[in-house]
């Protein structure tokens, strides 16, 4: 489809695993952010990529959590040992450039769902 | 630092009524402020913005004011229908335009 794609859908882990969750963005579209959503919260911000590049990373909550994005294209949010408050859904959303935040123009996937047992 | 809040729900109303989700920011700086939607099994999808003082956003007969006096952007919809059964947040864009700060989220729910 032509949407932000994001995979897997729902993941359901042990406290300790380690988790990879994978967005592939809308072609053409530089920018590329995580959010996550917890239990009758909105989302928070975790991590921007323009390009290759983490330009701002200061919304991951600790050093169990990484994102990559080696192409530009796919990125990789990744989890190391797992806790029960990991628990949440993990939202991508992709932008043409960076700024887009100001204008409305970041489109969504529908998110993965973590549950950490 | 720059936060979000709004009414918390859920809000049930029946079809064809007026519908207000109250939101209130602080921020520092002048962000653009937003609402965005969330239908049942869909991503979240953008309802309308409005980027500076005194703008009116709207779509889908939905609209909403960029109050600067009252740090407020207030949802309204003269007549709502049982498709407008969502979540909806409202939101505003930090100073550098890369990140969304978002509210907890209000969850509508019209019946017929």
């Given at each position: 489809g032509a949407g932000?794609?994001?995979t897997p859908s729902n993941k359901v882990t042990e406290k300790?695993?380690?988790?990879?969750?994978?967005?592939?963005?809308?072609?053409?579209?530089?920018?590329?952010?995580?959010?996550?959503?917890?239990?009758?919260q909105g989302p928070e911000f975790l991590i921007y990529f323009q390009g290759t590049g983490?330009?701002?990373?200061?919304?991951?909550?600790?050093?169990?959590?990484?994102?990559v994005r080696p192409e530009g294209s796919v990125s990789t949010l990744k989890i190391q040992r797992?806790?029960?408050?990991?628990?949440?859904?993990?939202?991508?959303?992709?932008?043409?450039?960076?700024?887009?935040?100001?204008?409305?123009?970041?489109?969504?996937?529908?998110?993965?769902?973590?549950?950490?047992? | 630092?720059?936060?979000?809040?709004q009414m918390e729900g859920p809000v049930t109303l029946s079809e064809e009524a007026f519908l207000t989700i109250n939101c209130t920011y602080t921020a520092t700086g002048y962000p653009s402020l937003f609402w965005y939607v969330q239908y049942p099994g869909e991503g979240l999808q953008l309802l309308l913005k409005a980027t500076k003082a005194d703008d009116k956003g709207s779509n889908?007969?939905?609209?909403?004011?960029?109050r600067k006096e009252t740090t407020s952007f207030h949802l309204e919809k003269g007549s709502v229908q049982v498709s407008d059964s969502a979540v909806y947040f409202c939101a505003l864009s930090g100073d550098s335009g890369?990140?969304?700060?978002?509210?907890?989220g209000t969850i509508l729910r019209v019946k017929s």
């Amino acid at each position: 489809g032509a949407g932000v794609s994001q995979t897997p859908s729902n993941k359901v882990t042990e406290k300790g695993k380690y988790v990879e969750l994978r967005c592939d963005p809308i072609s053409g579209h530089t920018a590329l952010y995580w959010y996550r959503q917890s239990l009758g919260q909105g989302p928070e911000f975790l991590i921007y990529f323009q390009g290759t590049g983490a330009a701002d990373d200061s919304g991951l909550p600790n050093d169990r959590f990484f994102a990559v994005r080696p192409e530009g294209s796919v990125s990789t949010l990744k989890i190391q040992r797992t806790e029960r408050g990991d628990s949440a859904v993990y939202l991508c959303a992709s932008s043409m450039g960076p700024g887009r935040a100001n204008t409305g123009e970041l489109f969504f996937g529908e998110g993965s769902r973590l549950t950490v047992l | 630092g720059n936060s979000v809040t709004q009414m918390e729900g859920p809000v049930t109303l029946s079809e064809e009524a007026f519908l207000t989700i109250n939101c209130t920011y602080t921020a520092t700086g002048y962000p653009s402020l937003f609402w965005y939607v969330q239908y049942p099994g869909e991503g979240l999808q953008l309802l309308l913005k409005a980027t500076k003082a005194d703008d009116k956003g709207s779509n889908k007969g939905f609209e909403a004011t960029y109050r600067k006096e009252t740090t407020s952007f207030h949802l309204e919809k003269g007549s709502v229908q049982v498709s407008d059964s969502a979540v909806y947040f409202c939101a505003l864009s930090g100073d550098s335009g890369n990140k969304l700060v978002f509210g907890a989220g209000t969850i509508l729910r019209v019946k017929s």
